[in-house]
């Protein structure tokens, strides 16, 4: 089983940057990916970005050039650095592990933040 806590959410002005943390905790040796979510109200949950264990990483068309993810594998923590902040940026932003292993079984998931909030002002 994987926890994922989700933190640095908050209110931005146009503009202004913020960046967001999530930790992973559990009973896993490895997770194949980590990535950030984000829904607004009334809307589906979307990709942001996402990076394997070995670095790659996807972005929306949203965010490109303006996000950045990484990643901290010794530490079981992913990272979103959000520059150049949007309005339509504004929504719920969660965290999400899959590719989940254990010693016991094959690599499952996805798994889950309780989400953070990130509101930006124009």
């Known amino acids: 089983q994987v926890q994922l806590v989700e933190s640095g959410g908050g209110l931005v002005q146009a503009g202004g940057s913020l960046r967001l943390s999530c930790v992973a905790s559990g009973s896993f040796f490895s997770i194949n990916v980590m990535g950030w979510y984000r829904q607004s109200p009334g809307k589906q949950r979307d990709l942001v970005a996402r990076v394997t264990s070995g670095g790659s990483t996807n972005y929306a068309d949203s965010v490109q050039g303006r996000f950045t993810i990484s990643r901290d594998n010794a530490k079981n923590t992913v990272y979103l650095q959000m520059n150049s902040l949007k309005p339509e940026d504004t929504a719920v932003y969660y965290c999400?592990?899959?590719?989940?292993?254990?010693?016991?079984?094959?690599?499952?998931?996805?798994?889950w933040g309780q989400g953070t909030q990130v509101t930006v002002s124009s």
């Open positions: 999400n592990a899959d590719g989940v292993r254990t010693i016991y079984t094959g690599p499952s998931g996805p798994y």
